[in-house]
């Protein structure tokens, strides 16, 4: 089976810098992906990290160790627009999502 | 592209009655999802299709939901009798390839279903 978890809540002001982790159990382990939902929309995509490492997209970057069934979402620069929910997603017999982590920026 | 099309995107029934939802995945997407969200249980695959093929059916709770994909370009989700438990967000959601090359789903609106 599969399982991933991660913090329920964050809070932070604008500007900073925030990680929300993410831990997983999961068979036939491909990669880890992260989503972000603003209140009342879908999940929109972010990021896959397939390798160990960390990729960069704007002011995103997610982080992979396999080795420590462990991940990472880095958002920078934090603004106001951020706030939602965010949700890592383990793809390995099945697709799986976390049960999200909510991020409150305040100014 | 018009992205993942689903309808209705609100829906109020009454307890007992038949509900039925439509999605219209992104053309050349191979893999379609039902999930389910609630405040209590998360994100929940219900099931998902490989070239119109039900490949897991797992997440599916029980008898009353049944799930179909006649031809690429069509899936719906079915609930008979619905229950008021059944009220969520159901997204439909499809992916264009599974692996390493890099999975990015993409999900419709969703269907914002009432039951009372």
């Known amino acids: 089976g599969q399982s991933l978890e991660q913090p329920s809540e964050v809070t932070a002001v604008e500007g900073a810098i925030v990680q929300i982790n993410c831990t997983y159990q999961?068979?036939?382990?491909?990669?880890l992906s992260w989503y972000q939902q603003h209140d009342g929309g879908a999940p929109t995509f972010l990021s896959y990290?397939?390798?160990?490492g960390l990729e960069e997209t704007g002011r995103f970057s997610s982080f992979l160790s396999r080795s420590d069934s462990y991940g990472y979402l880095l958002l920078q620069e934090l603004q106001m627009k951020d706030s939602a929910s965010y949700f890592c997603?383990?793809?390995?017999?099945?697709?799986?999502f976390g049960p999200g982590t909510r991020l409150s920026v305040l100014p | 592209d018009a992205g993942v099309i689903q309808s209705p995107r609100h829906e109020v029934t009454e307890m007992g009655q038949e509900v039925t939802l439509r999605c219209k995945p992104i053309?050349?997407?191979?893999?379609l999802f039902w999930y389910r969200q609630t405040m209590m249980r998360g994100l929940e695959l219900l099931i998902y299709?490989?070239?119109?093929?039900?490949?897991?059916d797992s997440g599916m709770p029980e008898d009353r939901f049944s799930a179909k994909m006649p031809n690429a370009s069509f899936s719906t989700l079915k609930i008979q009798p619905s229950e008021p438990r059944d009220s969520a967000v159901y997204f439909c959601?499809?992916?264009?390839?599974?692996?390493?090359?890099?999975?990015?789903?993409?999900f419709g609106e969703g269907s914002w279903l009432t039951v009372v």
């Open positions: 959601a499809s992916s264009p390839v599974r692996g390493l090359s890099g999975n990015t789903i993409y």
């Open positions: 999961t068979s036939g382990f491909y990669g």
């Open positions: 990290n397939a390798l160990d």
């Open positions: 997603a383990g793809y390995g017999q099945n697709f799986v």
């Open positions: 053309s050349g997407h191979d893999y």
């Open positions: 299709f490989n070239n119109n093929v039900p490949i897991d």
